[in-house]
């Protein structure tokens, strides 16, 4: 998982994040456009065989830890999502599900995301137990009810 993760994380940072950062109007002490959404992103999941749904949880409680210590990872979540009933769902077992209040405090994450970081150190403690391959970037959009 953590080759496939920083491949994916680079790029997605490389391509993706500077158009919405400079979307935004005012900019920062840094010189960065502050972005004005939540960033979900979704990792699509298989455990090995032996896996149980607990280790998946502990793998993501350790990793979440390890996220709030790096710059921006402060204030992000994460779940994980198993399917109760799935149709199409290909060979995906589980979803890791990060949040992040906006794309400025994601991009400093993966910013930081390096080898000896609290959250390339935790990867480890998968061994091999889940497949993380594919991820999925979402810009989120709140909806209030009027």
């Known amino acids: 998982m953590k080759s496939i993760t920083r491949l994916i994380l680079s790029l997605l940072v490389a391509v993706g994040a500077p158009a ?5 109007d005012a900019t920062s002490e840094e010189g960065v456009a502050p972005s004005q959404f939540e960033v979900v ?3 699509s999941c298989e455990m090995s065989d032996g896996t149980s749904e607990q280790e998946v949880e502990a793998i993501a409680a350790d990793w979440l830890k390890a996220v709030r210590q790096m710059p921006g990872g402060a204030a992000v979540k994460m779940r994980v999502f ?3 009933v799935a149709s199409g769902a290909g060979n ?3 979803y890791f599900v990060l949040n992040a209040p906006s794309f400025t405090d994601w991009g400093k994450i993966w910013d930081a995301y390096q080898d000896d970081s609290a959250a390339a150190k935790s990867d480890d403690l998968n061994r091999g137990k889940v497949t993380c391959a594919d991820s999925q970037l979402w810009e989120a959009h709140a909806i209030e009810a009027k």
């Open 82 to 84: 198993f399917p109760a």
């Open 20 to 24: 919405y950062l400079g979307a935004a």
């Open 92 to 94: 995906v077992d589980f």
């Open 41 to 43: 992103q979704i990792w």
